[in-house]
């Protein structure tokens, strides 16, 4: 479920029912069974992308899009694409070759301070002097628990199905 997005995931449902067949998401990835080898995740350190050269602060950013959501009829969004999160907080990483992009997760609420899921190691005290006035930075083990507090707010969450992960879908769902 951390794999497929809920769009995937959909297709497949819908694929395989019309054969009778079931698709079952499984607690532990199969592979991570027999992969014991596996590099470390990425660890690229996260840099700030100067606000003259994005036209905007990530303040006024998330202003607007606090704005949008709560138009939209939303409490809050959640944000699992990578470039989302890097225009968004104006903020760039070394994640994934040849993309200045952080793997992350972000939570924008309608109202209020987002919080932004990322792993301590990659930041530096610029960048957390960059995001500490209008940002709470989480563990991304962090993530799950948050969404569980969302449910239990009977919060309406936005979220993009063709780049969210089915787990968090479950998760939000699970939470009411």
Do not use: C, Q
Not at 39 to 58: I, M, N, Q, T
Not at 137 to 142: K, Y
């Amino acid at each position: 479920p951390w794999l497929m997005t809920a769009a995937e995931v959909g297709r497949f449902e819908t694929a395989l029912a019309a054969s009778g067949a079931e698709f079952v998401a499984v607690d532990g990835n199969p592979v991570d069974a027999v992969w014991t080898d596996r590099p470390e995740p990425p660890k690229g350190r996260v840099s700030l992308f100067p606000e003259s050269l994005a036209g905007e602060s990530a303040e006024a950013k998330l202003v607007r899009l606090g704005e949008a959501i709560a138009k939209a009829g939303a409490d809050a969004a959640v944000l699992t694409r990578p470039d989302s999160i890097a225009w968004a907080f104006n903020i760039r990483g070394y994640d994934v070759p040849h993309n200045p992009v952080v793997l992350a997760f972000a939570i924008l609420p309608a109202d209020g301070r987002p919080t932004l899921f990322v792993a301590d190691e990659k930041l530096d005290d610029a960048v957390r002097a960059h995001l500490a006035p209008h940002v709470d930075v989480a563990a991304p083990t962090d993530l799950l628990g948050a969404l569980d507090a969302l449910g239990g707010r009977k919060a309406r969450i936005r979220i993009d199905p063709t780049w969210t992960p089915e787990i968090l879908v479950r998760r939000l769902e699970k939470a009411g």
